[in-house]
């Protein structure tokens, strides 16, 4: 009997084994994962209660979020590059650490000051955990098939944590309070910090350079700035001149960045990195991603509580069936790539999502579940799921091992700031088409959902956008030439 089989690269592999239960060791880490992108929505829905307790004002409630969000994004490269100098696991175990204190001092705070503090040393946290961990998944899994399908489980348990945040966020906040949200954190992390040392080995291979210094000040300070003017946007609006500074000082310091890599020894990103052409597209199409779900979880969550009367519980429970599909499509899309190829599959995703933004854009105020907004849903899930398993894939393939946690925190950082693009800007679109409605009359349901169906238009064109970019990947079927001979 002869057989043929999808051919099998290997890259880089480690000098031995990180690990021997491998499969065990890879759902430990995405349970740490699952944790970083919980923590970015299962905190809104607490929002009203914790502010009234702790004597906040909605300015200084959104900083809750910006917080968290400004150290996460502003520290994600250096994380990245400090997990590939001292070590992956050692990276891993002490962001997962520090997440876990965070975590347990934020839900004691008393204080805004001492949230506000918590917020920063999570994000902080989380910076070093992310790229750590999605290097570690590479170097447990250095053969492109089996590294798909765990890329397949990261991408469903990132879904699962995207969409479980504001379920989880309105049942704890209603049963157990507003602490819990953070409380919750706490015996998750300390399962994975004693698992994980009888799960990996200790880091041996390590690169001996020094970190650039210069560069990562620079680098993490240009990023909380363009972070910083993408949120006073939502504030304060495009021209203000706190925008216009952040924006400003954003681009200065990445020129800088930009000039320091060029002449130290030891680049914290050396630029030739860029070279790898499905990195560079993977990144730049994660980004588009990261615009498209973050203003996508934003508006639907919203869309469905002020238009259309749902409660917190209810909008979670609503969201289901789009991360059960995300999660499922994620566990396919490994088979998918070996027939027709990573750009095919990525491509196909992105054109599934934008079907699914458009025909979401088409929901009436008076919109019911069933009839008008699962089938969107269900469509925008397998966009998702397919896109951001292939598009992780891309970011992190042909990635030596002494840059596998830079490639972890290039993806994650172009995921953040994606999302706060998204946010950003779509949010404002929206809200200035529901304000001239308002001017002219119509009625405030009306215009609110028509200010959405703007935003998921733009969300729409997005997805468009990175279907064309993903195109360029000069990976599809896999070339007969590359086959292996039948076996026998």
Avoid: C
Wanted: proline share 5%; aromatic share 6%.
């Amino acid at each position: 009997m002869t057989t043929s089989t999808i051919p099998t690269r290997t890259l880089a592999p480690a000098p031995t084994p990180r690990s021997t239960r491998r499969w065990l060791a890879l759902s430990v880490l995405a349970l740490a994962q699952f944790l970083v992108v919980l923590d970015a929505s299962i905190v809104n829905i607490a929002l009203p209660v914790l502010g009234t307790q702790l004597g906040m004002d909605t300015a200084a409630l959104a900083w809750v979020i910006t917080a968290y969000v400004l150290a996460f994004g502003g520290l994600l490269l250096f994380g990245g590059r400090l997990a590939d100098r001292f070590g992956h696991r050692r990276i891993f175990l002490v962001g997962t650490a520090g997440f876990v204190a965070a975590s347990a001092l934020a839900g004691l705070s008393f204080t805004s000051e001492m949230l506000l503090a918590s917020r920063v040393l999570q994000g902080a946290s989380a910076a070093l955990l992310a790229p750590a961990a999605l290097a570690l998944l590479t170097q447990l899994f250095p053969e492109t098939r089996e590294r798909a399908k765990a890329l397949g489980v990261w991408g469903g348990v990132a879904g699962i944590g995207s969409a479980a945040g504001v379920l989880l966020g309105g049942v704890l906040t209603a049963t157990l309070g507003w602490q819990s949200v953070f409380f919750v954190n706490v015996p998750i992390g300390l399962g994975v910090l004693a698992a994980i040392p009888f799960l990996i080995t200790r880091d041996t291979s390590l690169t001996r350079s020094r970190i650039d210094v210069p560069g990562a000040i620079t680098i993490t300070a240009a990023l909380v700035a363009a972070v910083g003017a993408l949120s006073a946007v939502e504030q304060v609006g495009f021209l203000h001149p706190l925008t216009l500074g952040l924006a400003a000082a954003a681009v200065v310091l990445g020129l800088a960045f930009v000039a320091i890599e060029r002449r130290v020894s030891n680049p914290l990103v050396p630029l030739s990195v860029f070279r790898n052409r499905n990195l560079t597209v993977g990144n730049v199409v994660m980004l588009l991603v990261g615009v498209a779900m973050v203003a996508l979880f934003f508006a639907l969550s919203v869309f469905m509580q002020t238009v259309l009367g749902y409660d917190a519980l209810t909008t979670g429970l609503t969201q289901l069936p789009l991360a059960g599909a995300l999660v499922i499509v994620a566990g396919v899309v490994p088979s998918v790539v070996g027939r027709i190829g990573v750009r095919a599959t990525l491509v196909g995703s992105l054109l599934v999502l934008a079907a699914g933004l458009v025909w979401l854009a088409l929901a009436p105020a008076d919109a019911t579940f069933v009839t008008q907004l699962l089938g969107p849903t269900l469509l925008i899930g397998i966009g998702l799921g397919g896109a951001f398993v292939t598009t992780t894939q891309l970011a992190v393939d042909d990635v030596e091992g002494g840059e596998a946690g830079l490639a972890g925190g290039l993806v994650n950082t172009s995921q953040q700031i994606g999302g706060a693009i998204g946010l950003a800007v779509l949010a404002t679109v929206a809200a200035m088409r529901t304000d001239a409605l308002l001017a002219e009359g119509v009625a405030a349901p009306e215009a609110l959902t028509s200010g959405f169906s703007w935003l998921f238009l733009g969300t729409a064109a997005v997805a468009v956008l990175a279907s064309v970019i993903a195109g360029m990947v000069g990976r599809g079927r896999p070339d007969p030439a590359d086959l292996p001979e039948p076996q026998v």
